[in-house]
């Protein structure tokens, strides 16, 4: 019982609740308290600078450098009283975190060796530079051309971390391409505001923006830190890479909506106020349904504040587990057996006359509007399934996706019964006919025979990947640790596309004579007609709908590298150009960046299944082979030789198969590190990725098997990594 693995188990089994303490006696005391919010800035900034900078973020309009060095004087001033003697530009590259360099506030005053003063100016707060080669950029960086920008956000409020005001901030080349996720999520909202304003102008004239909102649910897992640490695998991949399921895992389903451990409990209360203090507006919180697997999600808000405050949330997660002695796993994928951990993105599109376009209306006019919406969201998903399965696709998610607590790596959207029967009258009404939906509901004839819809039309199907849930679209299939703006980039741009292409049907029609009203209902009509391949309301787990999906023409792809190539589609270049969100070069860039992201998360994986394979399981292996053997020549020296034969027949039979699985497990490592040699000779990042997911991959789940089983046979006191049933039931 001297192993790391019992003492770990040993500390773990010590642990205590670590208490946490409120700020404030109420969350609105000290609610965005470490955030420059507009009541901040309406307190350190002039009036005039502050409208200025209000119409800056609500309207989008430039502000000039003389008002960002007023906006950097008040933001100092701030800072400073809060503690801050450093700023930093904060930023998205295209890794799964974020990015930042402190510099201090502090400048000589005259000249070198002198005074120094706190200064902050307009130039620093609205720009600066950073390496951008020493970030995946997909070779629009070499390292002797490795100049980059940051730029002020101003839509995305700064905020203090300890002594450092952070500024969020885009990222992007010396030569304008660029080299992060915040640049073209900012370049999709805005296609997707001009785009459906213009749309819902046919109905309402006073609409002047359409805002993009997101509201995310981030499932996690808890492991305690010392029993993390003595597992590599978990350590260095975010998975463990072998591990014998517990005999009691997930299947008595007590865990899911169960009572919150008391560890956990106090986990979760820091955590929200920590993020209180952010402005983060923590609503839900939960066990989920595998052994230690929570969640928690915010009230939704606008997608751009709302992808950076997923990103900040997830590294107050792993600060704030570290404090109460647990490590945060946020892999897709992290135990087999049991359920995985996804984000699941609530998107929905909202007016500035505060019309949610995802609602069903009351009259008919609003029900139109709501209508042509959903259709039209119908169209772009269709239009471009492949391209959203690869904006959530990694080499984490893929062993999620397709598993029975995710959706398949098919995308279908989920309307439920009710919308798929107004949608089916739509498509086979004529202007003389009433639609009615139940005994209940009756078609009001209105404009373009659009009804009355109730808010709660649908039903949940856990099945589907993109599923309507009333007011808005659920996005089920993105990962756990996921930028959210990757899939947001997609989707929005998606649709904006797809207005965009809408807008131009219903001008045709009506410039050719027919009414406005006509002109949008033949153009639903049609719509509808032609995205139908991509509503399913069944279940997405089963066989049947792979083979349904096929015959649909919808994009089955399973190859994560193969899936990125969507991304690169005469259409989709077409689409990212049509609407300015992403150039041809940085369409290419970033799969670059996508495919060589890939090959080295599963060479990093190969890399330590084979040591541990080598250095951990075989060698205890053949130490406990090596005592069977033992027992069994002590055997043949005390018995008479036929009952010694039977005494010793199970230790051989063990030895037996002891032997087999080592034999193979080494066969399978040596394989797998030549695979993995030859891929590595290859230049193209394409065909790398490929060949990592074809011909070294592959060895993971052979290797695994032989390992499972030799933990299942090994003595339990000699085994070194802490199995299953103490990472997932210690808490």
Not at 154 to 179: K, N, Q, R, W
Not at 186 to 199: G, M, S
Not at 341 to 364: A, D, E, M, R, V
Not at 579 to 595: C, D, F, G, I, P
Request: aromatic share 10%; hydrophobic share 40%; glycine share 6%.
């Amino acid at each position: 019982m001297s192993t790391l693995r019992f003492k770990v188990v040993e500390e773990a089994f010590k642990r205590k609740p670590v208490p946490a303490s409120a700020p404030g006696k109420v969350t609105s005391e000290y609610y965005g308290k470490y955030v420059f919010n507009r009541e901040q800035m309406s307190k350190y900034l002039s009036k005039s600078t502050m409208d200025t900078v209000c119409e800056a973020i609500d309207e989008g309009t430039i502000l000039d450098r003389d008002i960002a060095d007023h906006v950097a004087a008040g933001m100092k001033m701030w800072a400073m009283e809060m503690g801050a003697t450093h700023y930093t530009h904060w930023f998205q590259p295209l890794t799964d975190g974020t990015a930042e360099k402190h510099d201090s506030f502090i400048e000589y005053i005259n000249e070198p060796g002198s005074a120094v003063i706190e200064e902050f100016s307009g130039k620093l707060l609205a720009q600066q530079e950073s390496d951008a080669s020493s970030f995946p950029n997909g070779g629009i960086r070499n390292t002797f051309e490795a100049r980059g920008y940051t730029a002020w956000d101003p839509s995305s409020p700064a905020f203090i971390v300890d002594d450092t005001l952070c500024i969020p901030t885009v990222f992007i080349s010396y030569t304008g391409e660029s080299l992060d996720y915040k640049a073209p999520l900012l370049k999709a909202l805005n296609a997707v505001d001009r785009a459906a304003t213009d749309v819902c102008r046919y109905f309402d004239r006073n609409v002047k923006k359409v805002y993009s909102y997101l509201g995310w649910e981030q499932e996690y897992f808890l492991v305690d830190e010392d029993l993390c640490v003595a597992r590599p695998d978990l350590l260095l991949t975010g998975r463990t890479l072998m591990g014998h399921e517990s005999a009691k895992n997930q299947q008595l389903e007590d865990h899911y909506f169960g009572s919150i451990p008391p560890r956990v409990a106090e986990y979760m209360r820091d955590l929200e106020f920590e993020a209180y203090k952010y402005g983060i507006p923590l609503k839900t919180r939960h066990n989920e349904v595998a052994p230690n697997q929570f969640e928690l999600a915010p009230i939704f808000g606008e997608t751009n504040l709302s992808v950076d405050q997923n990103i900040f949330v997830m590294s107050l997660m792993d600060r704030i587990a570290r404090k109460h002695h647990f490590r945060v796993i946020l892999h897709e994928k992290p135990f087999a057996g049991i359920n995985g951990s996804g984000k699941h993105n609530n998107w929905s599109l909202g007016t500035n006359t505060g019309i949610g376009l995802f609602t069903p209306g009351k009259t008919p006019e609003t029900n139109l509007q709501f209508i042509t919406f959903l259709v039209n969201t119908l169209v772009a998903v269709h239009s471009h399934n492949a391209l959203l399965k690869a904006s959530i696709m990694t080499a984490q998610n893929a062993h999620r996706l397709g598993a029975n607590e995710a959706p398949p790596a098919i995308i279908s959207v989920f309307l439920g019964t009710q919308l798929t029967a107004v949608l089916e009258k739509l498509e086979n009404s004529t202007s003389e006919e009433a639609i009615v939906v139940d005994a209940k509901k009756r078609m009001k004839l209105g404009i373009a025979h659009i009804p009355e819809v109730l808010l709660d039309n649908t039903d949940r199907n856990r099945t589907s990947p993109f599923a309507f849930t009333g007011n808005r679209f659920e996005f089920r299939a993105v990962g756990s640790s996921a930028n959210c703006a990757s899939a947001m980039i997609a989707l929005n741009t998606a649709m904006a596309s797809q207005l965009i292409q809408f807008k131009k049907d219903v001008d045709t029609k009506t410039e050719a004579g027919a009414s406005k009203e006509k002109a949008i209902f033949d153009t639903i009509k049609a719509y509808i007609k032609a995205s139908k391949a991509i509503c399913f309301d069944g279940n997405g787990y089963g066989d049947e709908w792979k083979t349904e999906a096929v015959k649909r023409g919808l994009d089955c792809e399973t190859s994560v590298p193969l899936i990125y190539d969507a991304y690169l589609a005469p259409e989709t270049i077409k689409m990212f150009e049509k609407t300015t969100v992403l150039s041809e070069k940085e369409l290419h860039a970033r799969n670059e960046v996508k495919w060589e992201m890939y090959t080295k998360k599963i060479q990093i994986e190969a890399r330590v299944l084979g040591d541990l394979s080598m250095n951990h399981i075989i060698p205890v292996a053949t130490r406990y082979q090596s005592f069977l053997l033992d027992n069994v020549y002590k055997i043949k020296q005390v018995y008479p030789a036929e009952k010694a034969e039977k005494l010793s027949a199970m230790d051989a039979a063990i030895i037996e198969d002891i032997a087999v699985h080592i034999g193979e497990i080494k066969t399978s490592v040596d394989a797998m590190v030549e695979a993995r040699k030859r891929a590595n000779r290859i230049d193209n990042e394409r065909e790398k990725a490929i060949a990592y997911h074809d011909t070294v991959y592959p060895y993971f789940d052979k290797i695994r098997y032989h390992v499972d089983k030799l933990e299942l046979t090994i003595d339990n006191e000699m085994w070194t990594l802490p199995k299953y049933r103490e990472l997932l039931f210690i808490r």
